[in-house]
């Protein structure tokens, strides 16, 4: 069974950096495109970040030029990168990829089950 397990998550004040990571775990043939989504309290779940097999990166508006996103193939991981976190930015975060199953060769959207990030201000 394939897996994503989340790590990182925590509290920390405004202006504060965080890192997330999340490792792929099971029979994995190959992995294309990694994620990162956050749902705040009230809202619905958005992207935050997301990386193509080949590295090209998208974010949303809201947290360019503060939040990066890199994987290590290698690790089958992903990570985010978090700096100048902002109050706003509260919210339990979520990883996603999108992969080939070993084996049987089927296509997978997986997802993690989601860390807890707290802003203060």
């Known amino acids: 069974q394939v897996q994503l397990v989340e790590s990182g998550g925590g509290l920390v004040q405004a202006g504060e950096s965080l890192r997330l990571s999340c490792a792929v775990s099971?029979?994995?043939?190959?992995?294309?495109?990694m994620g990162w989504y956050r749902q705040a309290p009230g809202k619905q779940r958005e992207l935050v970040a997301g990386?193509?097999?080949?590295?090209?990166?998208n974010y949303a508006d809201s947290v360019k030029g503060r939040f990066t996103i890199s994987r290590d193939n290698a690790k089958s991981s992903v990570y985010l990168q978090m700096n100048s976190l902002k109050p706003e930015d509260t919210a339990v975060y979520y990883c996603?990829?999108?992969?080939?199953?070993?084996?049987?060769?089927?296509?997978?959207?997986?997802w993690g089950q989601g860390t807890l990030v707290t802003v203060s201000s």
């Open positions: 996603n990829a999108e992969a080939i199953e070993g084996g049987t060769n089927r296509k997978l959207e997986v």
């Open positions: 990386i193509a097999s080949g590295g090209s990166t």
């Open positions: 099971g029979r994995i043939f190959a992995i294309s495109a």
